[in-house]
Structure formats: structure tokens, C-alpha cells
């Protein structure tokens, strides 16, 4: 290549730390997809920390990537991810009959769902997406868990049936549902900062 040993290393390192090559002892470098969430995940949780509101800006490109993407993703479906589907409701109902939440089986629900469409990044771009939400300090979660697992529910069976429109219409109930949440959630994080600095001012 006409470079130095420990030029070509060096440069390697680089390569490697940004995601694009992985060492495996005794084998040698092997070029990978570098993870797009990873680097998404560590950047804007950051921007969230500082800035809650941020989160809906991130809800609306989510919107936008799972309904445009959904009827790809109910055509290429198969029976063995309909029963992962399936897996994951059953899970949801029997922690929700229990009263504990189920934030795993929600997010392996969708991703699970999206992976359908083959799409590494737009699979990578969801897993950035659910990190964040766990990540952010703002709590969204829907307080009756029935209904939430029933939801899931329906999107699968429409899902199943190969009705793209419904199951669209089903997802988009459940953003309307986290946007009204976030945003809730958002007012009494203003709330309770204003009356924390008039008591702050109160007492000086």
C-alpha cells in the first residue's frame, strides 16, 4: 500500500472506533455496518438532557419513518415474525393484568415489526429512537396498561390480515397518545420549575 505498519494501524484504529471494522483475536479485521444508533443515542441525549422538548421533534420523525413505512413492512411480513408479534402481546397482557409495565416487549414489539422491511438503517434509526425515549426524563407512559397491550393487539392482528390502512391508523392513535403524554408531561415540568423559582424568590 506503500504505507508504514504503523500508519496502516493507526488508521485501522480509526476505522474501528467510529464502528467500521471489529478485531476478532486470532482471526483478523472484518469490515461491519457501523452502529448509526449508537452515535445517534450518545449525540442527542445530550441535546434531550438539556432540552425535554426536543422529544417531540423526535416523535414527529419517528411518525414520519414507521407510517410510511408500515405497508412495506405488512407485505413482507412472515408467520415466524407474526409469532414473535404474538410472543410479544401475550407478554404485555399478562404484565399489564399484573399492573407492571412492559417497555421491553413494546420496544421488541416494534422493532421487531420494522425489521420486516429489511432496512438496516431505518432499524438502526428506531433503536436510536427507543434508547433516547428511555433515556429522556420525561415520563410518557400510559397509565392503563390493558389498553395499551390491546392496541398492540390490534395492530397485529390488522397486521396479519394484511391491512395496511388499519394497522396505520391503529400506530397513529398510539403516537397522538405519546404526543398528548410528552406534552402533559412537559406543562407540569413548567409548572412545578415556575412555582420552585417563586418560592426561591419568596424566601431571599
Not at 421533534?57 to 408479534?85: K, M, S
Not at 393484568?97 to 413494546?106: L, M, Q, Y
Amino acid at each position: 500500500l506503500g504505507i508504514s505498519r504503523t500508519a496502516l494501524r493507526e488508521k485501522l484504529r480509526g476505522f474501528e472506533a467510529h464502528g467500521f471494522i471489529q478485531t476478532r483475536q486470532g482471526s483478523g479485521r472484518f469490515v461491519k455496518m457501523p452502529s448509526l444508533s449508537a452515535q445517534i443515542s450518545s449525540t442527542w441525549a445530550v441535546v434531550l438532557r438539556a432540552d425535554p422538548v426536543k422529544l417531540l421533534e423526535l416523535l414527529d420523525v419517528r411518525i414520519l419513518l414507521e407510517i410510511n413505512t408500515l405497508p412495506n413492512a405488512v407485505e413482507r411480513i412472515t408467520n415466524v415474525q407474526l409469532q414473535q408479534l404474538a410472543r410479544f402481546v401475550a407478554r404485555m397482557k399478562f404484565l399489564a393484568k399484573r399492573g407492571e409495565p412492559f417497555v421491553d416487549e413494546d420496544r421488541g414489539f416494534h422493532v421487531t415489526l420494522f425489521s420486516c422491511t429489511g432496512n438496516k438503517f431505518l432499524e438502526q434509526l428506531l433503536t436510536a429512537f427507543w434508547d433516547l425515549y428511555e433515556m429522556s426524563i420525561t415520563d410518557f407512559h400510559h397509565e392503563d396498561l390493558a389498553l395499551v397491550a390491546e392496541s398492540h393487539e390490534r395492530i397485529m392482528a390488522a397486521v396479519a390480515h394484511r391491512d395496511a390502512e388499519t394497522a396505520k391508523d391503529l400506530l397513529m392513535q398510539q403516537f397522538l397518545d405519546s404526543r398528548y403524554r410528552i406534552t402533559m408531561d412537559l406543562a407540569k415540568r413548567d409548572m412545578e420549575k415556575s412555582i420552585g423559582e417563586e418560592l426561591k424568590l419568596a424566601t431571599e
